[in-house]
């Protein structure tokens, strides 16, 4: 069975500073690994995904994820966090094939940016 | 273009009462996913659709919960004898094939409440 971890329920930082939002995952074969942001009553927005290569991944808003295959982690960072990207974020995970399409959500992490 | 669109936003009925939730995803996306996500928790997969065949229902909790695509695009998903305990949001995405590559985006949801 695949899974998901964010260890942390919520994150505080001070607006321009870094952002790091922690995901590990469990999955049996290659990982597709994904990050989503949720507004308030708002449905869930893609940031941006690894798949394969780089390990380094960047995607939207200034967000970029690092792929870590020994730590089996996908840790969310931003160099400079915005009061705006106070949110809830998700990780998740797609496993092999036999795990089927479904993504596996991790349990989100609140993110309070300060001004 | 035009996003995941859901239909209501709101749905508020009582117990045993039966609900359908609307469904409708972005033009040419071949794959429909349909999760669940409860307070304070990360969306859990219900079922999703590759054209108007149900691919995996693995997630439906039992039999009072069913969905439907029969044209391959619009879906809805159906609740018999609503219990208060089925109250959540109800999260549809969409992506372009049912490749575990693929990018899965989420309409804004419709939250139900049963009274």
């Known amino acids: 069975a695949q899974s998901v971890a964010q260890p942390e329920d919520q994150v505080n930082v001070a607006e321009g500073n870094p952002l790091t939002v922690k995901c590990t995952y469990s999955v049996s074969g290659n990982p597709y690994l994904f990050w989503y942001v949720q507004y308030p009553n708002r449905g869930l927005q893609f940031l941006l995904k690894y798949i394969t290569g780089d390990n380094l991944v960047k995607g939207s808003y200034g967000f970029e994820a690092e792929f870590n295959k020994s730590q089996t982690s996908f840790h969310l960072k931003k160099p400079s966090a915005l009061v705006s990207d106070s949110a809830l974020y998700f990780c998740a995970v797609r496993g092999n094939k036999a795990a089927g399409n479904k993504l596996t959500f991790g349990g989100g992490t609140r993110v309070l940016v300060k001004p | 273009g035009a996003g995941v669109s859901q239909t209501p936003s709101n749905k508020v009925t009582e117990k045993g009462k039966y609900v359908e939730l609307r469904c409708d995803p972005i033009?040419?996306?071949?794959?429909l996913y349909w999760y669940r996500q409860s307070l304070g928790q990360g969306p859990e997969f219900l079922i999703y659709f590759q054209g108007t065949g149900a691919a995996d229902d693995s997630g439906l909790p039992n039999d009072r919960f069913f969905a439907v695509r029969p044209e391959g695009s619009v879906s809805t998903l159906k609740i018999q004898r609503t219990e208060r305990g089925d109250s959540a949001v109800y999260l549809c995405a969409s992506s372009l094939q049912a490749v575990a590559t693929d990018t899965q985006y989420f309409g804004p949801g419709t939250r139900l409440t049963v009274l």
């Open positions: 033009s040419g996306h071949t794959a």
